[in-house]
């Protein structure tokens, strides 16, 4: 398998665990039962699944009022952008 596709596939992979997790909890503060620790949250999208968690954070409406994640979360995913964005520019060049 191309090292491209085992990319792709973690990172879909980490986004949807992301997702779910925000579900997850969303759930567990209806039931007000045991919480998934807002560190966790924050790794997986710091391990790439950004996207995920936004995406769960908006559609479940769970930590929106959160400015630690309304923030916190985006700035994560600029981050992941730019490293990305760095790593192609260098990969690109290498070509030239």
């Keep these: 398998m191309e090292p491209l596709l ?4 973690y990172v879909l992979f980490i986004n949807l665990v992301a997702f779910f997790t925000m579900y ?26 950004s996207i995920g968690s936004i995406a769960g954070m ?11 994640f309304t923030i916190g979360m985006p700035v994560i995913l600029g981050l992941q952008l730019m490293l990305v964005f760095a790593f192609v520019s260098a990969f690109a060049i290498s070509f030239l």
């Excluded at 085992?6 to 596939?9: D, R």
């Excluded at 919480?35 to 710091?46: C, D, H, N, S, Y």
């Excluded at 409406?61 to 630690?68: A, C, L, Q």
């Design 58 to 68: 908006y559609i479940f409406r769970h930590k929106t009022k959160h400015s630690s």
């Design 6 to 9: 085992y990319i792709l596939v």
């Design 24 to 49: 997850a909890d969303k759930q567990k503060a209806k039931k007000k039962a045991w919480r998934i620790p807002e560190k966790v949250l924050f790794l997986l999208a710091a391990i790439g699944g």
